[in-house]
T-cell receptor, first 115, second 115 residues
């Protein structure tokens, strides 16, 4: 079974600075997707960014980018120019291309933005 | 477009009572997921439907939990009888099937407290 590990329970960053959240995963599959979801205090899960395992190019969405290292099974999220609205729980998730294709989540990282 | 709609948003019930959580997926989506979020266990998949058929219910904790999807636009998650350890946020999510890259959209969650 696939597992996702986020080793940083909490992170903090100064507003306008850059922060990187770590994620590692374990799988024997070669084709899969990886996601970062944001959960603000409202509790809704919001997709931030996704990465297909077959694509070597790292995904980017405005201030959010990933560093995908397939061989190392690492998928970190970089947030540039941090804003107060970025404060949230961030979850890394894995989705297989086979079977039920369910999302497997990491434990989450709570990100605090200091003004 | 309307997102995934869940009801109730909050429910407080007494131990032993029946609880029914409801979900309306995004129109056109044919995959539906029920997730549970707790501090201890994080986000865990309870059950997954594809085209109204339960595909993977291995995450349903015990016989007290049941889920149905009578049609493409409605699903329920029922707990009978409820216990304090069932207190959690229950998320419904939906996506198009056919590929792991399709985004899974989450509802705002149903916050259940069993006293």
């Amino acid at each position: 079974a696939q597992t996702v590990t986020q080793s940083q329970p909490e992170m903090s960053v100064q507003e306008a600075e850059t922060v990187t959240l770590s994620c590692t995963y374990d799988t024997s599959e070669s084709d899969y997707y990886l996601f970062w979801y944001k959960q603000p205090p409202s509790r809704q899960m919001i997709l931030v960014i996704r990465q297909e395992a077959y694509k070597q190019q790292n995904a980017t969405e405005n201030r959010f980018s990933v560093n995908f290292q397939k061989a190392a099974k690492s998928f970190s999220l970089k947030i540039s120019d941090s804003q107060l609205g970025d404060a949230a729980m961030y979850f890394c998730a894995y989705r297989s291309s086979q079977g039920a294709q369910k999302l497997v989540f990491g434990q989450g990282t709570r990100l605090t933005i200091n003004p | 477009d309307a997102g995934v709609i869940q009801s109730p948003r909050h429910e407080v019930t007494e131990m032993g009572q029946e609880v029914t959580l409801r979900c309306k997926p995004i129109s056109g989506h044919n995959s539906l997921f029920w997730y549970r979020q707790t501090m201890m266990r994080g986000l865990e998949l309870l059950i997954y439907f594809n085209n109204n058929v339960p595909i993977d219910d291995s995450g349903m904790p015990e016989d007290r939990f049941s889920a149905k999807m009578p049609n493409a636009s409605f699903s329920t998650l029922k707990i009978q009888p409820s216990e304090p350890r069932d207190s959690a946020v229950y998320f419904c999510a939906s996506s198009l099937s056919g590929g792991p890259g399709n985004t899974i959209y989450f509802g705002e969650g149903s916050w259940l407290t069993v006293v």
